[in-house]
């Protein structure tokens, strides 16, 4: 998957001159080097969150069976005293096998979740998936104590709690959400695939699902159904259909997840 591209231009850029020193002699070199050095101190460090003035900041959390999580957290620049909603994000996989690269969610969260709600004043946290994919029980519990400790933090809204994830964490949704119904306010799985159980013993939570067309990883065949049944139970479910998108277009993806903000409010408001 993707990540994001940080400011890695610049070391390719001063790197290949600080390894030829022959290059080094030249004025041209010289001026290059000068002007990515400029380049790299007018681009603003990543912002660090206080209580005061909050906006982004990777975490350590930890676990009360002593193992740490690593996590991604944003908050609104200002807290103030009001309730806020919560949004809890599961980064897409990683291949091989092991632990994902160190925050890993965080990543996740830059790329798709805080450019899609930008809109929505919230809590964002996103976990590095502490076990072998967001179904296994282990990163389950993990996400379950960490929303624990946010809201031991934070003042978050009980009742405008939600899960989003994009394709490993779009099936960590539905199966997060579907376990957990009176903790998960809705759902909003991206390229993510709902198993036939799930879909069968799923309650009232509202989803939103989003998926491409042309996705040949997690084909959309799966989550057509699952919106179709859960619509005809009577279950507030709508399907975005992305024409043309495939699975591996993730940056892409955030233009779409906007329409998620308005329908959450609307649910939130109106309960359908």
Known sequence: MARQPGYSWIIQLIGPIRRT????????????????????????????????????????????????????LQVPATLGDRPLPLIVGLHYGWG?????????????????????????????????????????????????????????????????????????????????????????SAAVPIAGRPTDEIVSSWGKIPVFAIHGDRDDVVPIGPTRDAIAALSGRGVVAELTELPGFTHFQTPSYARPLTAAVPWLERIWSTGR
């Open 21 to 72: 020193r022959s290059l080094m002699k030249s004025n041209h070199a010289y001026r290059l080097l000068a002007c990515a050095a400029i380049a790299a101190a007018l681009i603003p460090s990543p912002p660090v969150l206080s209580r005061a003035h909050a906006i982004a900041e990777d975490r350590v959390l930890r676990m009360a069976d002593g193992s740490a999580l690593r996590y991604g």
């Open 96 to 184: 091989g096998g092991g632990s994902p690269p160190a925050y890993y969610g965080r990543d996740y969260m830059n790329l798709l979740l805080r450019p899609g709600f930008a809109a929505l004043d919230a809590i964002i946290i996103a976990p590095d998936c502490p076990g072998r994919g967001w179904t296994d029980p282990r990163s389950d519990a993990a996400v379950m104590e960490l929303i624990e400790r946010i809201r031991e933090e934070f003042e978050v809204d009980p009742d405008r709690i939600v899960v989003t994830g994009f394709s490993l964490g779009g099936m960590g949704t539905w199966s997060f959400a579907g376990s957990h119904p009176d903790l998960v």
